[in-house]
């Protein structure tokens, strides 16, 4: 699967020895925590090959923005495994301390999907969310599996 | 890892000494070739673990070690509490008790081979394994949490089980001292419907043939004979010890300034064993134990009931259910005296050696039997404490080949569906939900688990017993 790129942003992962890293890249804060939950999705399956209009509600709040990367993907984590969805799209709102995002998503069904590996947690392994000269934005960290 | 700066003692012991904020040295356990193939972050890891407060003797690597979540996967490091010692929830890992138990079938590798497509059959339709499967059990939060305290005495309560099986799990099936109440609603939500699951990644379930037996002596005293069959199954404490790792983790990390604890690495989250968050942590990872433990006993049961679809009559007992994602509470001789260790073994497994009073009567003169993971088209090893390993690394040995490229590598050089066909011809049936998974999952993407074996065995650290290989892998 290769990276998607889109007009807000675009997703990544990256090697790790054990594990994969994700990365979202984008013009906005809020746009590239969107992007990593992409990469994070694609861990599992590739996101442009869902669809579903189930939706999830997240909150978050934590001290820096490098520790609500990590929260927000921890809570995408949670909502999979607990409810069983896999999302394919994210709008977040967010200003670094505080998050407030809607994921939509479908149904993880093993017998319709074809579901690769189960991220266990987001860890603070290569954690970075930075602002780049060309004001870019760049939300990483590796996921184990 | 270049290997400029490490002090060569012996054939497998390389020494990086004190230096800066390390309070202990580090300690490597491999062959030169294997730590030339190790990620030039074990060695940043397995130096920041030697600054931890408390730390005793070393921070130790073991052969298969490669770059982990502050400490490398593979790592072991002791802690005295009254020396000011930590608890890491990064030194245990986000998979709690991940380990490996291994049944006896007492079937020769030709009545296998005369069923296997359809013992593969059973075992997949019986076990449900990877992302998106789901188990036939429910617990609600009360059953959770006297599931917590159980482990797998629980399960064999329940009927997943006989009362034997236990004698040969570690701590007899039930790990004590869990704080069930010190678990989250989050957590527990996270497993009610995931006991007697195998998981995804790196997780598996084998039927494997022993195909070298290098010492008979301690083989027989395994029940483990040449071209005869075992089971192996490789899970933990899945969703439950994935959400415990996460939010203690967190709260490590940022609690630590306030214990005056300086993190080199926040990966490396720690508090004081004896603080608050220390002792919830530590009730909360003991009863991620039991359910690993309850979770392996469950699976035994559903692979016993596959087996007796084909094979009727076979009674699978238990070789031995080793953990290698834990911290453990154990005396050791330092320097002549006995001292009450907290013992993290991350990626590494207990090795206690023979006359420790916690093996099974039946293991009390050989040692304990260490279980080495390996890959569906390789081998997995079976290995024996030694008297020795409580000096050289706190009793303790490796977990598994290790890998040596990344998933993100693995998938660019291979296909699942061709990994699949090419082990079906050499005669390795593969069950599993994803071709993507195989191919990160692919063997080449892992070290060399003989050359991982031999060191642990060169080193002392555990004795060559037997090796194994497979027959048929159900793929988490």
New interface residues.
């Given amino acids: ?1 290769e990276p998607q790129t889109l007009l807000s942003g675009r997703w990544e ?9 994700v990365r979202g890249i984008a013009p906005t804060l809020a746009g590239a925590f969107e992007q990593a939950a992409l990469a994070l999705t694609a861990i ?1 399956i590739d996101p442009a090959d869902l669809d579903g209009d189930e939706q999830v509600e997240i909150d978050c709040e934590a ?1 820096d923005a490098e ?1 609500l990367l ?2 927000w993907l ?1 809570a995408i ?2 909502e999979m ?2 409810r ?1 969805l896999i999302f394919g799209r994210f709008e977040v709102e967010t200003d670094g301390n505080r998050l407030r995002a809607k994921a939509f998503g479908r149904p ?3 017998d319709q ?6 991220p ?6 290569a ?1 970075s969310v930075a602002r780049g000269e060309d004001g870019v934005w760049t939300a990483q960290c ?1 996921v ?2 | 890892m270049d290997t400029t700066g490490l002090q060569r003692i012996s054939e497998c012991e390389w020494r990086i000494p004190a230096s800066g904020k390390m309070r202990v040295p580090a300690v490597i356990y491999a062959t030169e070739a294997l730590i030339v193939d190790m990620d030039e972050k074990v060695r940043e890891q397995i130096v920041n673990v030697a600054t931890l407060p408390g730390i005793v003797s070393a921070a130790y690597c073991m052969p298969d070690a490669h770059w982990g979540y502050g400490f490398p996967i593979g790592g072991v490091a002791a802690f005295d509490p009254d020396e000011g010692g930590v608890i890491s929830a990064g030194g245990v890992g986000f998979d709690v008790s991940c380990g490996v138990r291994t049944l006896y079938t007492g079937l020769t590798v030709a009545e296998i081979e005369a069923k296997k497509a359809e013992l593969a059959d059973a075992l997949f339709r019986s076990v449900p394994a990877g992302l998106g499967s789901r188990g036939s059990i429910h617990l609600d939060v009360k059953a959770m949490r006297v599931m917590l305290d159980g482990g797998a005495r629980w399960a064999v309560d329940q009927g997943f089980g006989r009362e034997e099986d236990l004698e040969f799990v570690e701590e007899r099936g039930r790990m004590a001292g869990a704080r069930p109440d010190k678990v989250s609603d989050q957590a527990i939500k996270r497993q009610q419907d995931e006991m007697g699951t195998l998981g995804s990644g790196n997780h598996y379930l084998e039927v494997q043939r022993v195909a070298e037996v290098y010492d008979e002596d301690t083989a027989r005293v395994f029940r483990l004979a040449r071209d005869e069959a075992v089971v192996s199954i490789h899970c933990g404490s899945r969703g439950l010890g994935h959400q415990i790792g996460t939010e203690y983790l967190r709260e490590m990390a940022v609690s630590a300034a306030r214990y005056g604890i300086d993190l080199p690495d926040r990966e490396l989250a720690c508090a004081p064993i004896a603080s608050e968050v220390g002792q919830s942590y530590l009730g909360a990872m003991r009863a991620a134990i039991n359910c690993a433990l309850a979770n392996r006993q469950i699976i035994t049961h559903l692979v016993r009931e596959a087996f007796a679809s084909v094979f009727p009559g076979v009674e699978l007992p238990l070789v031995f259910d080793v953990s290698h994602n834990t911290c453990k509470v154990e005396r050791h001789n330092v320097d002549g005296k006995p001292r009450a260790l907290y013992v993290h073994r991350k990626g590494a497994t207990r090795a206690f050696g023979p006359g420790h009073a916690e093996l099974p009567a039946a293991y009390r003169e050989t040692g304990q039997p260490v279980i080495i993971g390996g890959t569906m088209g390789t081998a997995s090893h079976v290995l024996v404490g030694t008297g020795e390993s409580e000096a050289l690394a706190f009793s303790s040995s490796c977990h598994g080949a290790g890998r040596s490229m990344s998933r993100h590598e693995a998938l660019k050089r291979w296909q699942g569906k061709q990994i699949v066909e090419g082990l079906a011809e050499q005669g390795v049936i593969i069950r599993s939900r994803s071709y993507r998974g195989v191919a990160e999952e692919a063997p080449g993407a892992y070290k060399d688990v003989d050359a991982v074996a031999e060191a642990a065995h060169a080193s002392g650290l555990s004795r060559r017993v037997a090796k194994l290989t497979p027959l048929v892998c159900i793929k988490g």
């Fill in positions: 699967m992962h990256f090697p790790h020895g054990a594990d994969i890293g599992v001290p520790l990590v929260d921890n984590v949670y495994a607990t069983r993880m069904d093993a999907l074809e579901l690769a590996v189960e266990k947690g987001a860890t603070y392994t954690l590796v184990d599996v």
